[in-house]
């Protein structure tokens, strides 16, 4: 069964802080995101990695960076936590070109910054 | 990628055809039509994909009109479970140096009753 993992489910931070949001995938795939979720406003692409080392910013990178250093790890970021990045973060990975290119998500994780 | 339009909410019998429509009139001739779906507090789910035949899978089918300007998803028999929020995404595939990001409207809220 493939599967796409997020380190955890509920995470709670404070203003300032570091935060690392780690996603792991065990299906091979090449192309990793990160997406944000908001009530309103949709699932609002951060980055995304076509291959290892590999980074591309989406619609919203501002405060956050990502490390991809093994094809099946993507890790997201926060410098310095804010309390407007208290969202749900979700991680997606998908095969390399083509015509089928199905997302496969992570349950999420529900940060709050305090 | 092109827009989409779909109704707000919809109310569906448990044990019934559940038919999800979506609008997508400026569609071009290279994109897809994708469903996701996302059930609360976890990550959305692929559903099923097309670009002009129609298709079937183990959970549903995607109804495709021959001008393509719009489509249908149908849960042939809806459950408890299958209540859920339900988008439709027209995009062109992921290629290398294509941002390969989903955007997600607000989606169609699926309540199935008992």
């Known amino acids: 069964d493939v599967k796409v993992t997020q380190s955890s489910r509920y995470l709670v931070k404070r203003t300032g802080e570091k935060v690392f949001l780690e996603c792991v995938q065990d299906?091979?795939?090449?192309?990793m995101f990160w997406y944000r979720q908001d009530p309103g406003l949709g699932l609002r692409l951060i980055y995304f990695s076509y291959d290892v080392k590999m980074k591309e910013k989406g619609d919203i990178p501002e405060g956050y960076s990502v490390s991809r250093e093994k094809k099946e790890r993507f890790s997201l970021i926060l410098e310095s936590a804010s309390t407007n990045q208290t969202s749900m973060y979700l991680c997606a990975s998908s095969r390399a070109g083509g015509s089928y290119n199905e997302q496969f998500f992570g349950p999420g994780t529900r940060l709050t910054v305090l | 990628d092109a827009k989409t339009t779909q109704p707000t909410s919809m109310d569906c019998a448990e044990g019934r055809a559940a038919n999800l429509p979506c609008n997508h009139s400026?569609?071009?001739?290279?994109?897809?039509v994708y469903w996701y779906r996302q059930i609360h507090s976890q990550g959305p789910q692929y559903i099923i994909h097309?670009?002009?035949n129609n298709e079937t899978n183990e959970m549903a089918s995607l109804i495709i009109t021959e001008d393509r300007k719009s489509s249908t998803l149908i849960l042939p028999h809806a459950t408890l479970r299958d209540t859920a929020v339900y988008y439709c995404i027209v995009r062109v595939p992921f290629i290398p140096g294509n941002t390969g990001k989903l955007i997600f409207g607000q989606g169609t809220t699926l309540q199935v009753k008992p």
């Open positions: 400026t569609i071009s001739g290279n994109e897809y």
């Open positions: 299906m091979d795939h090449e192309n």
């Open positions: 097309g670009l002009k």
